[in-house]
C-alpha cells in the first residue's frame, strides 16, 4: 500500500512539473503609459491575455529582464487579463527622474519586461499630485 501511494505521489509530482515547464509566459505590456504629480505617478496598461498579477519597478536607466529583480519594488496586484488597468504610485521625491517598467505573470510564468517610459516627477507643488480616474 505504502508502494502505490508513493507511486501516486511521484506520478503527481511529475505531471505537475511537465505542467509547469510547460507553461507559456503572458506577452509583454506593450502601453505602458505613465503621468507624474509632484510626489505621485499613476501607471496604465492593457493586462495581455493569460496574466494574473502585476510588479511595476523603476529605476535611473532602462532596465532588461534579467536584472528584474535588482530595480527598484514599486507596487504590484491582482490584475484581469485584457483590460485596463490604472496603478496609483506615491512616496516619490519631487524632481525624481526614473525609468518605470512593468512585468506580469500567469500559470507561474513571467512576461518580459514592458515598454519603459522616462518620466520624472514634478518640481512644483503648483503641479499638485495625480490619482486614477
Known amino acids: 500500500m505504502k508502494m502505490k ?3 501516486l505521489l511521484v506520478l503527481s509530482v511529475m505531471v505537475l512539473a511537465a505542467t509547469t515547464a510547460n507553461a507559456t509566459p503572458p506577452s ?3 502601453d505602458l503609459y505613465v ?4 510626489t505621485s505617478a499613476i501607471a496604465t496598461f492593457t493586462v495581455p491575455a493569460g496574466a494574473t498579477w502585476y510588479e511595476i519597478r523603476i529605476w535611473e536607466q532602462n532596465m532588461t529582464t534579467p536584472g528584474w529583480s535588482g530595480y527598484y519594488y514599486v507596487t504590484s496586484g491582482v490584475c484581469t487579463a485584457n483590460t485596463s488597468i490604472c496603478v496609483p504610485m506615491t ?3 519631487n524632481c525624481h527622474e526614473w525609468y518605470g517598467a512593468v512585468r506580469v505573470s500567469g500559470s507561474g510564468e513571467w512576461s518580459n519586461i514592458s515598454n519603459q517610459p522616462h518620466e520624472s516627477t514634478r ?3 503648483q503641479f499638485g499630485e495625480v490619482e486614477c480616474p
Not at 35 to 38: A, C, I, L, S, V
Open 123 to 125: 518640481c512644483s507643488p
Open 28 to 30: 509583454a505590456v506593450s
Open 5 to 7: 501511494k508513493l507511486a
Open 35 to 38: 503621468e507624474t504629480g509632484y
Open 91 to 93: 512616496g516619490f521625491g
